[in-house]
């Protein structure tokens, strides 16, 4: 039974939802105009601390990249200065300076809607060698390559604090700042701030294991107790930074499915003497309602493990698709295509193991991040895979939902399987023809939805899932979206071409090309990959070493 308050913010989740969607004839409520005076700091900084500089060139060799989708324990690294700086090089950090004309604007290795980067990071780590004496809790910084250290702990409070892990670990915290992306999207910003989420995390998750490492989020904890262990401020002040998420960080995969942190020894974390000022990120912010709304009512509590959380380990067999490839190479030139060729050609067993790294059952990371996953089914708008015929496919995550979607879906579509398909992959045509200009359509009339090899649109279980969970799930579907589209620009630069996430479609046009009538599923983010056309115009300099 809900109570009254979950009944009440279920229904601000769902009206939050309908009232942030774009249609053909209306937009998500915006700012209307770009005040570029007062665009928020895209770097947060805490005066008053004293920030440690992570070495950029270190030792370690990278693994190589399709081994980051099956870590098998035979390249497990030790935890010290040099590890956790190649891990947040290869997640959080910069990638690139920019440079056309007059103005310089950096790129990063996790991407972001509008280049905003809402998402912040933080590392909660014990005593390690040439990184710190003492156990700590650091704020990233990606400009530097840095960690601002706001607070020490004991070792005595550290083991108490993870005192129901059986082996090391660190944790890294995620945060987001929604005034950065609502200053340009206004109401639909916390969409996209949670897709970025999801991005970081596959970015973190990816990371570690070209280290070896596992990583898993601690599902169970609380905003409340996040919003302490991270530092961050208890108010909903317009720059505020919100909790996200905290990840488990072990070298060796933890069996218990929820680990929890001990509630007495976050107090006593909250009681530390914290260092440092966060920066003031504009001059003024713009208060939205319906994102503090939605922030609210989204707010996680303290959850127990349930029956439908449970791990689940499947044997996974590596694939080795790209024999050389070195996973740091890939993670460090990842790009999103502004514009797309309208020529490129993807081969169809490429796009298969595509697909076949899209499914939880069929890799390790990143999906394993997560307890449970598999709410988001894939529809692809093909356009040039040579080998398949150009139309509508369906690829299933979720065996359990083939039978409700064909139900609800268009009793037109055929739902069969292309002949050249492996018998894993659970994809099936559903229309065939030319759908260019409907992907183009769907997607906000943005031509790279129609020039490259395909696009697609996630398809996340929507009401039920949030019904049968609690409102606090909503921003999880986002993450699990990110994290698909972290592993298709990946892919996409593995195979020489480039990807771009899509967070601007028409929602409910979409949903009617299918056929789905009510909220059951809702797309939640859309993506292309294809032969990418570049701008020359554009300088690129290195990411650190530069004079700014
Ligand atoms: C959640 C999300 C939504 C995005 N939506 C769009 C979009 O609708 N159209 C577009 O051209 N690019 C979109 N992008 C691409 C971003 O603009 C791009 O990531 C950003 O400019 C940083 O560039 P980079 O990915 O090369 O680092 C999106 C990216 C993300 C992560």
Redesign the pocket.
């Known amino acids: 039974m809900k109570t009254d308050i979950e009944e009440d913010k279920l229904n601000k989740v769902f009206n939050y939802h309908q009232q942030t969607k774009h249609g053909f004839h209306r937009s998500a409520e915006g700012p209307g105009y770009l005040d570029w005076k007062n665009q928020p700091d895209p770097f947060r900084r805490y005066h008053g601390t004293q920030l440690i500089s992570l070495p950029l060139e270190t030792e370690i060799e990278s693994s190589l990249y399709d081994l980051l989708y099956y870590p098998d324990g035979n390249l497990t690294q030790a935890f010290n200065l040099q590890t956790i700086s190649c891990l947040l090089r290869h997640s959080m950090a910069l990638s690139a300076w920019k440079q056309a004309g007059e103005s310089r604007w950096a790129?990063?290795v996790n991407?972001?809607?509008?280049?905003l980067h809402p998402t912040e990071a933080y590392l909660l780590s014990p005593a390690l060698d040439s990184l710190s004496s003492t156990p700590m809790i650091a704020h990233y910084t990606p400009r530097e390559h840095g960690l601002e250290k706001r607070c020490v702990l004991s070792n005595a409070l550290w083991q108490l604090l993870t005192e129901d892990f059986t082996q090391p670990v660190f944790f890294l915290g995620i945060s987001s700042i929604y005034w950065r992306e609502s200053w340009k999207y206004g109401t639909r910003a916390y969409r996209?701030c949670h897709?970025?989420v999801g991005?970081a995390l596959a970015a973190i998750s990816l990371s570690a294991a070209s280290l070896g490492w596992h990583c898993q989020i601690l599902e169970n904890c609380s905003a409340h107790q996040l919003r302490i262990l991270l530092g961050l401020p208890d108010d909903y002040k317009d720059e505020t930074e919100h909790p996200d998420c905290l990840i488990a960080i072990t070298q060796t995969k933890i069996k218990r499915p929820v680990l929890s942190l001990p509630d007495q020894v976050i107090k006593q974390i909250a009681l530390c003497d914290w260092q440092g000022e966060a920066n003031q990120l504009s001059r003024s912010s713009i208060s939205w309602d319906a994102i503090n709304t939605i922030a609210s009512a989204c707010e996680k509590p303290a959850t127990e493990l349930t029956a439908s959380t449970q791990v689940k380990t499947i044997e996974k067999t590596a694939q080795l698709f790209y024999s050389t490839l070195k996973a740091h190479s890939v993670i460090q030139q990842r790009?999103?295509a502004?514009a797309m060729d309208k020529q490129t050609d993807m081969q169809a067993d490429q796009f298969y193991q595509l697909l076949s790294r899209l499914m939880p059952g069929q890799v390790e990371t990143p999906f394993n991040v997560f307890i449970s996953v598999a709410r988001v089914q894939l529809i692809f708008f093909v356009h040039r895979v040579e080998g398949i015929k150009p139309g509508v496919y369906c690829l299933i995550r979720d065996p359990e939902v083939l039978t409700e979607l064909k139900l609800l879906m268009k009793k037109e579509f055929v739902w069969k399987k292309p002949k050249t398909c492996p018998e894993t992959l659970p994809l099936f045509c559903l229309i065939e023809g030319d759908v260019r200009s409907l992907s183009q359509q769907l997607s906000c009339q943005?031509e790279?939805a129609a020039d490259g090899c395909f696009s697609l649109a996630m398809l996340s279980r929507f009401e039920k899932t949030l019904q049968q969970t609690g409102a606090w799930l909503y921003p999880q579907l986002y993450w699990e979206c990110?994290t698909i589209?972290q592993v298709l620009y990946l892919e996409a630069e593995a195979m020489n071409l480039q990807g771009?996430?899509?967070?601007?479609f028409f929602d409910d046009p979409v949903h009617e090309f299918l056929g789905l009538q009510d909220i059951n599923f809702q797309t939640l983010y859309h993506f292309t990959i294809g032969g990418a056309l570049h701008d020359d115009r554009i300088l690129t300099l290195p990411a650190y070493n530069i004079s700014k």
Do not use: K
Request: charged share 15%.
């Open positions: 790129l990063r991407p972001s809607s509008g280049n996209y897709l970025d991005h790009r999103s502004v943005q790279i990110g589209g771009t996430g899509i967070g601007c």
